[in-house]
């Protein structure tokens, strides 16, 4: 059975940082591309960041570019973001999410985790 | 980027009714369009990807179409587990969500 399982959330002051872990299971993480998804308190789907299959390439939205870095230790199964910088505007739940193509990228999302709830605030 | 706007943002409709959820694109995305349902304070679930394309596992009341700009979710018969958030995703550049169509008890 396909799971994504994140942690590491929590309330954080402004300007603080925290890092997100995606611990995955019933796949082989170096096999799938994997996104950071979140959703602000009543707000919609935004998407944040794509990490390839072995973690050499990635993408961030503008609104996180240079302060938030997804990483991967497919070794241990496990995706993660690091957000340094945090903003009031960060506070979200994040999700994680897998690409089904296996090696490559079809471009949705057909598993994700549970969240994980990210507050910024002083 | 590449806006997804979604109508209505809120639908009131009862058991048994047909639905449509309509998505525009701001400019072309060929069939690379996914829908996903979600319910309060869970993730999303994937129902329909490359516009129209069924999930394995969703039943098939659910049903997408379109292909450009214009893109449809209709669900044939609205059934009690249905009552839930849906949103629509490009992924021809970057990946942008639509804002979300409410549905809920009429």
């Known amino acids: 059975e396909v799971q994504l399982v994140e942690s590491g959330g929590g309330l954080v002051q402004p300007g603080g940082s925290l890092r997100l872990s995606c611990a995955v299971s019933?796949?082989?993480?170096?096999?799938?591309?994997m996104h950071w998804v979140r959703q602000a308190p009543g707000k919609g789907l935004v998407w944040v960041s794509r990490?390839?299959?072995?973690?050499?390439?990635?993408y961030y939205a503008d609104s996180v570019k240079g302060r938030f870095t997804i990483s991967r230790d497919n070794a241990k199964n496990t995706l993660y973001l690091q957000m340094n910088s945090l903003r009031v505007e960060d506070t979200a739940v994040y999700y994680c999410?897998?690409?089904?193509?296996?090696?490559?990228?079809?471009?949705?999302?057909?598993?994700w985790g549970q969240g994980a709830l990210v507050t910024v605030s002083s | 980027d590449i806006q997804m706007t979604q109508s209505p943002s809120t639908l009131s409709a009862s058991v048994g009714d047909r639905v449509t959820i309509t998505c525009r694109a701001s400019?072309?995305?060929?069939?690379?369009l996914a829908w996903y349902q979600q319910k309060p304070g869970k993730a999303p679930k994937l129902l329909i990807y490359?516009?129209?394309s069924l999930q394995s596992g969703v039943p098939s009341r659910f049903s997408g179409s379109g292909s450009g700009t214009e893109f449809t979710l209709t669900i044939s018969s609205l059934q009690p587990d249905d009552f839930a958030t849906y949103y629509c995703?490009?992924?021809?550049?970057?990946?942008?969500f639509g804002r979300g169509t409410k549905v809920e008890v009429k």
């Open positions: 995703q490009q992924y021809t550049i970057y990946w942008t």
């Open positions: 019933g796949f082989t993480l170096s096999s799938y591309w």
């Open positions: 490359e516009a129209s």
């Open positions: 990490s390839n299959s072995d973690g050499r390439t990635t």
């Open positions: 400019q072309s995305i060929s069939k690379w």
């Open positions: 999410a897998r690409d089904p193509a296996v090696g490559a990228t079809n471009g949705y999302f057909d598993y």
